[in-house]
């Protein structure tokens, strides 16, 4: 079974594109096939992930609008071990043509249809906004994943959030669920982390993951080498992190299925 992984947070900056790469490379690293698609026009996830944005014949934007499959559009990341959709700034221009096009919720679902099967795991590096990238994300999506930093106003876009995630059930996705929240750049030294981070377990328990990414600055220094930390220095803190985390993940899933 195909497991579709939306890695979604309205704010920039908080990580999705790290943790997107990380741990999709994890993933393979745990015998997986992952698909990670970029829906972010900034092109962070690909080039992240060692493939040149500036040199793509077509994108995850062609492919939404019809112009292209996916099958024709994947690229093999070297680098990740994985399968890419890319994105370029194309990509920023589809937010106003899906609005005039039918289906526009559900076209990366359509798309994504003829081969998700072949991968364990489909990963979403959604775009910094709840725009209709990011609900196109959401309506194909298993389960969220949302990677935040333990700040002060954290907790609040975290609540607009989980509604988008309420309405997108009602409305698109009936299966959708939260599959955790994941602490990114934490510093325990820091006393208003320590504290968001107590606040985060008192609202969500077990949606928290047990693994925290520390800040870590391989992390940070992997994407100018075109690939994911994880593989590009494996011995860092900052990767063995996303390796326990994709670990987590999939022990996380087999309970599910055993449940
Ligand atoms: P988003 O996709 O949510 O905008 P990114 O993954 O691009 O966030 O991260 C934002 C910035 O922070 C990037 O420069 C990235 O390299 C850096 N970064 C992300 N996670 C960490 C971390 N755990 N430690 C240090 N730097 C990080
Ligand atoms: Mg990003």
């Given at each position: 079974?195909?497991?579709?992984?939306?890695?979604?947070?309205?704010?920039?900056?908080?990580g999705?594109t790290t943790t997107?790469?990380?741990?999709?490379?994890?993933?393979?690293?745990?015998?997986?096939?992952?698909?990670?698609?970029?829906?972010?026009?900034?092109?962070?996830?690909?080039?992240?992930?060692?493939?040149?944005?500036?040199?793509?014949?077509?994108?995850?934007?062609?492919?939404?609008?019809?112009?292209?499959?996916?099958?024709?559009?994947?690229?093999?990341?070297?680098?990740?071990?994985?399968?890419?959709?890319?994105?370029?700034?194309?990509?920023?221009?589809?937010?106003?043509?899906?609005?005039?096009?039918?289906?526009?919720?559900?076209?990366?679902?359509?798309?994504?249809?003829?081969?998700?099967?072949?991968?364990?795991?489909?990963?979403?590096?959604?775009?910094?906004?709840?725009?209709?990238?990011?609900?196109?994300?959401?309506?194909?999506?298993?389960?969220?994943?949302?990677?935040?930093?333990?700040?002060?106003?954290?907790?609040?876009?975290?609540?607009?959030?989980?509604?988008?995630?309420?309405?997108?059930?009602?409305?698109?996705?009936?299966?959708?669920?939260?599959?955790?929240?994941?602490?990114?750049?934490?510093?325990?030294?820091?006393?208003?982390?320590?504290?968001?981070?107590?606040?985060?377990?008192?609202?969500?328990?077990?949606?928290?993951?047990?693994?925290?990414?520390?800040?870590?600055?391989?992390l940070?220094?992997?994407?100018?080498?075109?690939?994911?930390?994880?593989?590009?220095?494996?011995?860092?803190?900052?990767?063995?992190?996303?390796?326990?985390?994709?670990?987590?993940?999939?022990?996380?899933?087999?309970?599910?299925?055993?449940?």
């Open positions: 079974m195909t497991r579709v992984l939306a890695i979604t947070n309205q704010k920039g900056g908080v999705k997107s790469v990380n741990l999709a490379a994890g993933l393979v690293r745990a015998g997986k096939r992952v698909l990670l698609v970029d829906l972010d026009p900034q092109g962070n996830a690909t080039m992240g992930s060692g493939i040149d944005k500036r040199a793509l014949n077509t994108s995850v934007y062609q492919v939404l609008l019809g112009l292209c499959t996916a099958q024709t559009t994947r690229l093999r990341s070297e680098a990740g071990g994985y399968d890419v959709l890319p994105a370029n700034r194309d990509l920023a221009g589809a937010e106003v043509e899906l609005v005039q096009l039918e289906h526009r919720e559900t076209r990366l679902k359509s798309a994504l249809l003829p081969i998700a099967a072949e991968y364990d795991f489909v990963i979403l590096d959604c775009p910094p906004s709840l725009n209709m990238l990011t609900v196109n994300g959401l309506a194909v999506a298993d389960a969220v994943m949302i990677p935040m930093q333990c700040e002060y106003y954290a907790l609040e876009g975290l609540s607009d959030l989980v509604n988008t995630i309420k309405k997108i059930r009602q409305h698109l996705n009936p299966k959708l669920e939260i599959e955790g929240l994941l602490r990114t750049m934490y510093d325990p030294r820091n006393t208003l982390a320590l504290q968001v981070s107590a606040q985060l377990q008192t609202h969500f328990g077990a949606k928290v993951y047990t693994t925290v990414i520390p800040r870590n600055v391989r940070a220094e992997a994407p100018s080498y075109g690939a994911p930390a994880v593989n590009f220095d494996q011995a860092c803190k900052g990767s063995q992190a996303y390796i326990a985390l994709a670990s987590e993940l999939l022990s996380r899933c087999q309970l599910q299925a055993a449940a």
